[in-house]
C-alpha cells in the first residue's frame, strides 16, 4: 500500500536516522505558524517521549528542544503528516512568552519567528504588536 493510503507510520528519516524532516510548528489554537524547523529521528522521537517540541538544529549540529534555555517551550498537543509523508505539523501550546528565540526591543520574546514581511522595496516591515 502506498503512503497515501496506509495507516502505517512511514517517515524516512534514513539508514542512520540523520535525514531531515521540514516540521511546521503552529499554535494549537490560533494555529499562526510559529516556526519551522526540522527534525531527525532522534528529535522526532524525544518529541513525542517528552511531549515538548524538540528539533535538530542544523546551525549548532544538535538536539534543540526548544525552550530549554529561554524557558519557552512548546508544548505538543498533536502531530500532523502529510500525504508523502515527508513533513510533519507539531500543533503547540506555549508555555512561555512567546516562540521565538529573536527578542523585542524591550526584551520579550516575539510569538512567532514570522514577525516581518518583505515590503515592496524589499526592505522589512514589522507585523508583530
Given at each position: 500500500?502506498?503512503?497515501e493510503?496506509?495507516?502505517e507510520l512511514?517517515?524516512?528519516f ?9 516540521v ?6 490560533s494555529?499562526e ?6 527534525a531527525?529521528k532522534?528529535?522526532f ?7 515538548l ?16 534555555t ?5 508544548k505538543?498537543?498533536?502531530i500532523l ?10 500543533l ?12 523585542k526591543?524591550?526584551?520579550?520574546a ?9 515590503n515592496i522595496?524589499n526592505?522589512?516591515e514589522f507585523?508583530?504588536?
Amino acid at each position: 500500500m502506498s503512503k497515501e493510503y496506509t495507516t502505517e507510520l512511514l517517515l524516512d528519516f534514513g539508514t542512520d536516522g540523520e535525514k531531515l524532516i521540514p516540521v511546521v510548528t503552529q499554535d494549537a489554537k490560533s494555529r499562526e505558524v510559529l516556526i519551522l524547523a526540522f527534525a531527525n529521528k532522534a528529535a522526532f522521537d524525544e518529541t513525542r517521549k517528552s511531549g515538548l517540541a524538540t528539533y535538530w538544529s542544523r546551525s549548532r549540529n544538535e538536539l534543540w528542544k526548544k525552550g530549554m534555555t529561554s524557558g519557552d517551550t512548546l508544548k505538543v498537543e498533536d502531530i500532523l503528516i502529510n500525504c508523502e509523508q515527508n513533513s510533519l505539523v507539531y500543533l503547540v501550546t506555549p508555555q512561555g512568552s512567546g516562540a521565538c528565540h529573536a527578542k523585542k526591543e524591550d526584551g520579550t520574546a516575539h510569538t512567532s519567528c514570522y514577525y516581518r514581511r518583505i515590503n515592496i522595496d524589499n526592505r522589512l516591515e514589522f507585523i508583530e504588536e
